[in-house]
């Protein structure tokens, strides 16, 4: 069956939330200057590149990553073109149609053709409270987006994170699905066991499902 890798690449030159750490790596050990074996110990923010946020990220007293439901991370999702609305812009939430939610347990929303790890677009499409009512009472189990956040870099409520994390909806953030047609997957997206962590980064992919 086909893998489609829907994570960003993460390197020196990965965009960044303004204020976050960017990823840097430095070598301790070098074969070529004699060591056994090359290592390395990267910094980075936990939400540079493909990542998922704990609860922990918008609420003191919600779950950190390493306790939080993996089973919403691995199984059946929808792959879903939706453009945002308005501005700032908002995934809308009369385009969440039941013909468009129908039978889905996980959403992954592409919300524009192409995909730059590189650059920060501060005017990018978020989803918002209003989509992320829909999606709740939708029954979906986890929402995923080719951009930043759930919500705008000036939010200061995080309004569409808390009602996703109130409603049981788990959040992958920074997908590149550009390369990705409309239709149902199978999703593997699972966090690092970080105690304490308010994110993590994810090797995200998708899997052809089997034919009928």
Known sequence: MRIWDISEPIEPQSATFPGDSPFT???VARMERGASCNVSTIRMSVHVGTHTD?????DV??????SVDLTRYIGRCRVVDVAGTGSPALIPAAALTPALLAGAERIL???RPTHDHRTWDPHFTA???????ALVAAGIRLVGI????MDHA????LGGHHLLYE???AILENLDLRAVPVGDYELVALPLRIVNGDSSPVRAILRELPRA
């Open 127 to 133: 989803l918002g409270p209003e989509a992320a009512k």
């Open 25 to 27: 790596q430095e070598w």
């Open 167 to 169: 409603g049981g909806v």
């Open 54 to 58: 704990a609860p922990l990220h918008f």
């Open 146 to 149: 080719d951009t930043p956040s």
């Open 109 to 111: 929303f592409r919300t």
């Open 61 to 66: 007293a919600g779950p950190d990553i390493a």
């Open 154 to 157: 000036d939010s200061k409520d």
